[in-house]
């Protein structure tokens, strides 16, 4: 089995550029979903914050793989140019360690 990493992504918007910032997001997210390493995300939005958005993903690569590789993408480049101006606070990833999986 090829290695795969998970992880969570936390993006706190500022409150007038939620709409720009989800709608630049779902744009990346579509175009990421093509890629050969991808597996899965799931976006959320935060109940106690709604202007926050939150992704749980997993690929099929190491993290450095895809922090070389992916992160790096065209698709990304407009998105990544205006992040920080959506933003109120620092975008965090948070890598996970797999401890034992569920399914049906």
């Not at 407009?78 to 399914?103: C, F, H, M, N």
Request: proline share 5%; hydrophobic share 35%; aromatic share 12%.
């Amino acid at each position: 089995m090829s290695e795969t990493i998970s992880f969570i992504v936390r993006l706190p918007g500022k409150p007038e550029a939620r709409d720009e910032l989800y709608s630049s997001l779902v744009k990346v997210l579509d175009a990421m979903s093509h890629e050969p390493d991808f597996v899965n995300t799931y976006l959320h939005r935060s109940t106690e914050d709604p202007d926050t958005l939150v992704l749980y993903e997993t690929w099929a690569c190491s993290a450095q793989y895809f922090v070389d590789y992916h992160l790096k993408k065209d698709y990304r480049v407009d998105y990544e140019g205006k992040l920080q101006s959506l933003l109120k606070a620092e975008r965090t990833i948070e890598w996970l360690e797999p401890v034992k999986a569920y399914g049906r």
